[in-house]
């Protein structure tokens, strides 16, 4: 009789209040998806739209279809509220303004 190999990896979703990092034990050869649904981590965030959600292992992005490896994290990432190039953009146009309108002239 053989047994059936597993790995272990976790599960992580965080909200501004609220982070959880679930560890499961899943089958070789489970996928980042079937971590997710076997985490039960759905039940603890039931708003969580996961066919729509960015998903990776340790801040790498990664496919739904991917295979995952023994002490894998799995990372459910929320939708950026705010593009960071544009953030950058007009803190950079900001920063400009400020100093031209500084005290530079000595007039």
Avoid: C
């Avoid at 996928?31 to 729509?52: C, K, N, R, W, Y």
Wanted: aromatic content about 4%.
């Amino acid at each position: 009789m053989s047994a059936v190999e597993t790995i272990n990896v976790e599960v992580a979703y965080a909200l501004p209040e609220k982070q959880v990092i679930l560890p499961v034990n899943v089958d070789l050869g489970t996928t980042i998806g079937g971590a997710i649904v076997q985490s039960g981590i759905m039940m603890e965030f039931p708003e969580l739209d996961i066919e729509h959600s960015q998903v990776g292992i340790f801040g790498k992005a990664a496919a739904m279809t991917t295979v995952l490896s023994d002490g894998d994290r799995v990372e459910i990432y929320r939708p950026l509220i705010a593009d960071p190039k544009e953030v950058r953009r007009k803190r950079a146009a900001e920063g400009k303004a400020t100093r031209k309108g500084g005290s530079t002239d000595k007039g």
